[in-house]
Structures are given as structure tokens and as C-alpha cells.
């Protein structure tokens, strides 16, 4: 049986970013702090990405749909140079930029979870808690992944919420990152 990425995810105010920054970097392991460019590429079912940073570079694809609780995750690493060609090789296989981001990115080990504290430009400051388990465990693991995330003084951002700030953020980003291809 596959494992899933279970995850809860919630925009959260500046202040509450600066407090959980200072939170995790007592309470927890700093996995990594990286900046990061994620190119969402459409023309497939599913959910394909590009992501480098400042050491590597990544072909990602999830099943399901965007802000869905879980999905079964494929995640092939690629020498970061060659960005740029794996790029270009999906635009002519017939893909298209559906968007660009860039983010500021904090990756903690705090006990069992992995906490993802960005903050994407032009689009906000986010928390993220994940955990991998089995399908049979989906439920329980994001009951669970709920509360942790209410301990923390964090509200869940409804998946609507997130639906119509992505659907406005993919048909403005050019103009919101003043970007050019």
C-alpha cells in the first residue's frame, strides 16, 4: 500500500508567522530555510510541478486535486542546472505555465510532523503540518494533524478560501510579480 501526504494548511498574519518562526526554531529541528521558484506546469490530470532552490531541483507530481487533505506524491530529483532544459522540454511536449511562485521557505522536524512555514510572494504567509501514513490512516492522521495545528493558536483556512486566493493568484501572477517570459 502506497503512503499518502496527509497535510493541514492555513494563511496566517505576519505576526503569527515572526511567532511560530521563533516557536519552531526553540521547539523544534531546522530541517532547512531555502527560497524556492515552483513552476505549476498544466496538461496532464493531476498536479505536475518544477521546484529548485539554491542546491537542487525537483519533478513533482500529485494525484488529486490542489488543497486536497491527501495525495499520493512522485518526486524525482534532478541536478539543479538543468532546470531550465526540463523546463523547456515540457513546454514543447505541450504543457503550459499555469503559474509561477517564489517563496521563502522553513522546513521543520517538530516530533513526528513536518512543519512548512513560507512565505510566497505576492500571495501570503502559510503554515503547513504534514505527515505520511497509510490510506487506511487518512482520517485519523488529519484529525490529528487539526489538532496540532490548533495548539498552536492556528484556525484551519477553509479549502474555498484557498481555492478562490489560488484561482485569483493563477490568473494574476504575471502582473503580481511584475514577471515576463
Known amino acids: 500500500m502506497k503512503n499518502l501526504e496527509v497535510e ?17 526554531d526553540k521547539e523544534a529541528k531546522l530541517l532547512d530555510s531555502i527560497n524556492e521558484e515552483t513552476i505549476y506546469l498544466k496538461g496532464t490530470k493531476g498536479d505536475l ?3 529548485r532552490n539554491k542546491d537542487q ?9 490542489i488543497h486536497d487533505d491527501s495525495r499520493e506524491e512522485i518526486e524525482i530529483k534532478f541536478n539543479k542546472k538543468d532546470f531550465e ?11 503550459k505555465t499555469e503559474v509561477r ?7 521543520y522536524q517538530w516530533g513526528n510532523l513536518k512543519v512548512f512555514v513560507d512565505n510566497t510572494k505576492g500571495y ?6 504534514e505527515k505520511t501514513g497509510r490510506r487506511g ?10 489538532n496540532k495545528l490548533k495548539s498552536l493558536g492556528i484556525k484551519i483556512t477553509p479549502k474555498k478560501i484557498f481555492d478562490e486566493k489560488f484561482k485569483y ?13
Open 169 to 181: 493568484y493563477k490568473n494574476n501572477w504575471q502582473k503580481i510579480l511584475k514577471y515576463e517570459n
Open 85 to 95: 532544459k526540463i523546463e523547456n522540454l515540457f513546454l514543447q511536449l505541450g504543457f
Open 101 to 107: 511562485w517564489f517563496r521563502k521557505r522553513r522546513i
Open 124 to 129: 501570503g504567509f502559510i503554515i503547513e503540518l
Open 49 to 51: 510541478r518544477l521546484r
Open 137 to 146: 490512516e487518512r482520517g485519523k492522521i488529519h484529525k490529528y494533524l487539526k
Open 57 to 65: 531541483a525537483f519533478i513533482i507530481f500529485k494525484t488529486g486535486k
Open 8 to 24: 493541514v494548511r492555513s494563511f496566517i498574519t505576519k505576526e503569527e508567522y515572526k511567532r511560530l518562526i521563533r516557536k519552531f
